[in-house]
């Protein structure tokens, strides 16, 4: 049933766009400017992404399928493909009255309303679809009825839905998390893209942690963890809070001590050396609440994580942040306690991706997010994975951490309880159950 945890994530994004649509509406109504290179970033990512892609693979597979095996299936499934059919009139009723506000802003209620008749669908069509149809196929499609439709959700080299695909939806989504308001999204002029490579080459193991102890005065915070990280995966450590994720990382980075265990990175024993030699080495943090130096602009924050650089690289390296997230260009000489928590989030991962990192370690990138921005944040680690960048990345938010992670350990009261892949993770009923809400 891997379709059915496609439609699911895909239906997240789109409840997410939909919900953001909807504030911006009501932004709007209370005087706000009206920006049509958000809307048009917005109406570009669901032709593509929803009416191009998600819809027909619906269609053609899923509900075909579901019609032979069921006779309730019609009576579901007539009104979703119908407005399957009527979206893409709609969406270009939308840029139409879109255009004409842009002309004549007397036309702004007419577009409100079309919106949110356009938005108030959307979610009535998700609503169904998660309530009816995903239920009835769970009931009566065949083990073979699955593989059929797992393939087609699943296959790599599908113009419209497989990797390239992807990726050009990646990209749409970071335009309207760049385009948005402040309130919700990155708030620039500009959105520049996500940075591409070919998929990394996973080689030997870059980091050992082995029976890591530390403590905090009597209290034993991690209690013999373990665990190995190889070149180009990430990783993912979840667990509740309170669980010692950030006092692991803290230790890794040198900031706090270690009462037990060993580290070797890189193929050197680095347990002893000092907080700044380990990122001299390539260990570099994104810390959690982001931590930025409010005071300085945002251009100095990102020089200070190339401290440890030669001085000739840090101009290209600036300018490549610059490219992924265009707000901090925008807002450079700025300082950086005026960004928003989104632009500060982006400006952390700035930060450490400055310091040219072997490892990258990123403590609750989405805390304190919009919803848009969640999944962007997400969007720009599996741009860095894709990279070749390796990431451990401690996350509360355990679903969309172990769906981009090659591997993932679960953290409980310090201790290593389950380790696996991403997907042996999410599949397992006790992590369900304990971070998934399942």
């Keep these: 049933m891997q379709a059915l945890r496609i439609i699911n994530e895909d239906h997240s994004n789109l409840w997410r766009l939909i919900s ?11 005087g706000a400017p009206f920006d049509p290179f958000f809307f048009n970033s917005v109406f570009d990512y669901i032709e593509h992404f929803v009416d ?5 693979k619906e269609d053609d597979f899923l509900f075909r399928i579901l019609r032979l095996r069921s006779d309730e299936a019609a009576a579901i499934l007539d009104p979703l493909q119908r407005e399957h059919r009527e979206g893409p009139g709609s969406l270009r009723a939308l840029r139409t009255l879109c255009g004409e506000v842009t002309n004549d802003p007397t036309r702004r209620p007419a577009f409100l309303a079309a919106l949110r008749a356009f938005t108030a669908m959307q979610k009535n069509h998700i609503a169904t679809e998660e309530k ?6 769970r009931r009566v499609l065949t083990t073979e009825d699955w593989a059929e439709i797992d393939r087609a959700f699943l296959d790599r080299n599908d113009p419209l839905f497989g990797d390239q695909a992807k990726a ?7 335009r309207v998390a760049s385009l948005a308001p402040d309130s919700i999204g990155l708030g620039g002029r500009t959105a520049g893209h996500l940075q591409k490579s070919s998929e990394p080459l996973k080689a030997e193991v870059l980091l050992t942690v082995t029976g890591m102890q530390s403590c905090y005065g009597r209290i034993q915070a991690l209690k013999g963890i373990s665990m190995e990280v190889r070149r180009g995966e990430t990783v993912a450590l979840v667990g509740a809070n309170g669980a010692g ?7 890794l980075s040198g900031v706090q001590p270690m009462s037990g265990g060993s580290i070797h990175f890189d193929g050197n024993d680095i347990t002893n050396i000092r907080s700044d030699l380990r990122m001299r080495r390539g260990i570099c943090q994104s810390p959690e609440g982001r931590q930025v130096f409010g005071p300085l602009s945002i251009e100095d924050n990102l020089r200070l994580g190339a401290y440890t650089q030669p001085k000739h690289q840090v101009e290209g390296d600036l300018e490549k942040i610059f490219t992924m997230f265009p707000i901090l260009k925008e807002k450079r000489k700025l300082p950086a306690g005026t960004l928003s928590g989104g632009q500060q989030q982006m400006l952390a991962i700035g930060r450490a991706l400055m310091g040219r990192p072997k490892l990258l370690l990123l403590d609750e990138p989405s805390m304190g997010l919009a919803p848009l921005l969640v999944q962007e944040v997400f969007n720009v680690v599996k741009s860095l994975k894709a990279q070749g960048m390796t990431i451990l990345l401690v996350e509360q938010n355990a679903f969309a951490a172990l769906a ?16 696996g892949t991403g997907q042996e993770l999410i599949s397992n009923e006790q992590v369900r159950a304990a971070y998934l809400g399942m």
């Design 168 to 174: 050009e939806f990646v990209e749409l989504y970071h």
């Design 404 to 419: 981009i992670a090659d591997r993932g350990y679960v953290l409980e009261t310090g201790k290593v309880t389950l380790t």
């Design 20 to 30: 953001t649509i909807d504030h911006v509406a009501d932004e709007l109504d209370d």
């Design 245 to 251: 994720k950030t006092t692991f990382l803290r230790a």
């Design 132 to 137: 009816y149809a995903m239920p009835l196929a």
């Design 52 to 56: 191009r892609a998600h819809h027909p």
